[in-house]
Nanobody, 119 residues
Framework: QVQLAESGGGLVQAGGSRRVSCTVSGGTFSTYAMGWFRQAPGKEREFVAS????????FYVDSVKGRFTISRDKTKNTLYLQMNNLKPEDTAVYYC????????????WGQGTQVTVSS
């Protein structure tokens, strides 16, 4: 059973940086894509970034391009989201997710970690 666990959330000032992490287990991830999503209060969950675990190809939503970087450490089975130049509108619960490359939707989700950006 694939399991994901986020960590690293917290309070940060606008303009600051934060890195959230997601440890993954229970699968052979060379055939997976991993993603970060976020959900702000009163809003729907939205896609932030994704990466093909094996080849490292990345995708970002336009609002975070140039500020956020998704990466993975295969040796540690850990997914990262480095967030720089944070803005109050980045405040949300951040979730990591995983899907097989053959799947059309993300199949496995973590419990989420709160990131709050103060102005």
């Amino acid at each position: 059973q694939v399991q994901l666990a986020e960590s690293g959330g917290g309070l940060v000032q606008a303009g600051g940086s934060r890195r959230v992490s997601c440890t993954v287990s229970g699968g052979t991830f060379s055939t997976y894509a991993m993603g970060w999503f976020r959900q702000a209060p009163g809003k729907e969950r939205e896609f932030v970034a994704s990466i093909f675990w094996s080849r490292g190809i990345t995708f970002y939503v336009d609002s975070v391009k140039g500020r956020f970087t998704i990466s993975r450490d295969k040796t540690k089975n850990t997914l990262y989201l480095q967030m720089n130049n944070l803005k109050p509108e980045d405040t949300a619960v951040y979730y990591c997710a995983a899907r097989r490359l053959t799947a059309t939707e993300y199949e496995y989700w973590g419990q989420g970690t709160q990131v709050t950006v103060s102005s």
